[in-house]
């Protein structure tokens, strides 16, 4: 579930920045040459973006698996492809080897590919729809679950993953090409986290950037091997069930049974550092209130509520509440965003067309360097005939392919969703570039439960979760096209060449996506509500599915009245952010982000918690260090537990077990 944030206020001062640093740039008139869109794809560029786009994907489905909070990394990617591309030449000048300049050009075609890539791995359903598919989810919805029919369950393979995924994600490519000058030169809409990206790149081609990203480059490695051998040093200890530093009882034995402890991930420490303290807080509080407070008291309802001789991973018990109050949240604050953005969107959109003639003379008072990016943006264009018959060509395909793989799913289900779904990805890209958020995911559940209950009882599950992937794909691909076209404009790059790197890093991550759950699927035990690997987005989209087919009486015991209140607590939370005064709203705490942990635990929001803390005392010694080295320092963090999860992996396959096994027992008294 990754996140973007940004204010409008602080991406004015991103673009101005960003102004200054260009006009500077400008004066060198070597580097004022951008060289043609086929130049700016180099073949060191696509295998350092596949050897990148392998890293992360195998990072975030990491995160997928085990908590399904994914931060935004694309800043990171931006940062890796320059150290990636510099030692790359460094050592080549070192043997004597000519090699081309290193471009901001090709810097932003590589993050461009990588994001594409690794984006596959978040929003392609590896932890939530297509996991959700799975015969073990289906048992732990219940066998006997109404809505839950006998078979509708398909075992994830590596052939139908790919086959999927290649049919679906390269609709979103094409959905608003056409539309791209219109939503970044008229509308001027900002995308932060596409400007920030564009900031950075920038930054780091100019003589004084140079000098930062030296340090960030020095930063990066030198906790990237930390990270690594600090996770390869705890692997010794993980010799059996519940070992090692993973399971360190922190705050004692007692806590550590409600799964509040600190696990020693430097995952988790890197992701608080790039996530805000909000966010932090927000899981914490979760935490807090669910295994803290709400699950010791439903648990003493044992025998009044539900069964007492019925298992805790059940629907019908504990396991019932924990997964349906987090839809509640879950639902409650994606519905009020939702509807905010359309708002803001609709709004937006009506005073832009009221004011189609001061969008006109606005033009003529545009800077050079506005004049020079609006030149290279439009030059080298996208034929509209390629976009469109590339759509209809990719939409005939899915209408064919998807009900052949899944019966369940009618081909005019399909072909409704490809009708709507580019005025769908407008309305989202809009709201995206207005507000920072995707809210790709909040579509596609709408389409499962309006699927879910169209389909039938027989049919509802599984049409729904693959519906739902149909339509957030689209949505979240277009999106995501948007920002990077955003960051291409700002670094005068030409938007064929982002496009083909875009579908460059969609065809890599088709194939390496999957291999990268395969690679956890096989080597550990995923979908384990009890284990590391619990996948707690997959039992939530199923069990939404079977919410859209059966209703409310799929809810345990008063499940539904806790439902309502914490539906309802969820807008409340975020019409107080939105209506108080800044210095209090920006302390409500985020219902997404609080529905996390209520099926995961404590521990990991401890490591962002303490992720946080590092930042904020950072900040506080030397905070103008900390503003350009967190983003290393975080991603190296992230980048080197990653790198070990694929040796860790080979290890398990092979059946080579660690030599020790550290566990925390009670002291036993005579």
Known sequence: MGTRGGRGEETAEIENDDVEETRDHNNNKETMMIPPWKEQITVRGIVASLIIGIIYSIIVMKLNLTTGLVPNLNVSAALLAYVFITSWTKILVKANIVTTPFT????????????????????????????????????????????????????????WMIGFLFVVSFVGLLALVPLRKIMIIDYKLSYPSGTATAVLINGFHTSKGDKMA?????????????????????????GGEQCGFVNFPTFGLKAWRQTFYFDFSTTYIGAGMICSHLV?????????????????????????????????????????????????LILGDGLYNFL?????????????????????????????????????????????????????????????????????????????????????????????????????????KVSLFIL????????????????????KSIVSIS????????????????PRSMLVSQAIGTAIGCIVAPLSFFLFYKAFDVGNPDGEYKAPYAIIYRNMAILGVEGFSALPRHCLELCYGF??????????????????????????????????????????????????????????????????VASGLICGDGLWILPSSILALAKINPPICMSFLPTLRS
């Open 479 to 494: 999106s995501d096209l948007m920002h990077d076209l955003k960051t291409g404009y700002l670094t005068l790059t030409s």
């Open 567 to 632: 539906f309802a607590f969820a807008v409340a939370a975020n019409l107080s952010r939105d209506l108080l005064p800044k210095r209090f709203g920006k302390w409500v705490p985020l219902p997404m982000a609080m529905a996390v942990p209520f099926l995961v635990g404590g521990y990991f929001a401890v490591d962002m918690c303490v992720g946080s803390l590092v930042v904020y005392v950072w900040h506080r010694v030397d905070g103008r260090k900390a503003g350009f080295m967190v983003p290393a």
């Open 214 to 238: 030296k340090k960030q480059v020095n930063g990066f490695m030198k906790f990237f091997s930390l990270s690594f051998v600090w996770s390869f040093f705890q692997w010794f200890y993980t």
């Open 340 to 444: 905010k953005t359309l708002l803001c969107t609709i709004k937006s959109m009506h005073a832009t067309f009221n004011n189609k003639k001061n969008l006109k003379t606005d033009d003529k008072n545009e800077t050079l360097d506005d004049l020079q990016r609006n030149e290279a943006f439009i030059k080298e264009s996208i034929p509209i005939w390629v976009a469109c018959i590339g759509y209809l060509f990719f939409s005939v395909i899915s209408i064919i392919v998807i009900p052949i793989m899944f019966p369940q799913l009618k081909w005019y289900y399909v072909v409704v969703a490809y009708i709507l779904a580019p005025s769908l990805s407008f309305c989202n890209a809009y709201g995206a570039g207005l507000t920072d958020m995707n809210m790709a995911y909040n579509y596609g």
């Open 104 to 159: 901001r050009q090709e810097n932003t075609i590589i993050q461009t590919c990588t994001v594409a890539c690794y984006s596959i791995a978040v929003g392609g359903g590896f932890g939530s729809y297509l996991l959700g598919l799975d015969k073990k989810t289906y048992e732990q919805a219940g066998i006997d679950t109404e809505g839950n029919p006998p078979g509708s369950y398909k075992e994830p393979g590596l052939d």
């Open 452 to 471: 879910a209950a169209l389909a039938g009882k027989d049919n509802g599950v599984v049409a729904g979760l693959i519906g739902c992937g149909l339509i």
């Open 280 to 328: 932090n807080l927000s899981l914490l509080l979760g935490a807090v209130l669910s295994w803290g407070v709400m699950w010791p008291l439903i648990s003493d309802k044992k025998g009044d509520w539900f069964p007492q001789n019925i298992k805790e991973s059940s629907m019908k018990s504990l396991n019932g509440y924990k997964v349906f109050i987090s839809i509640a």
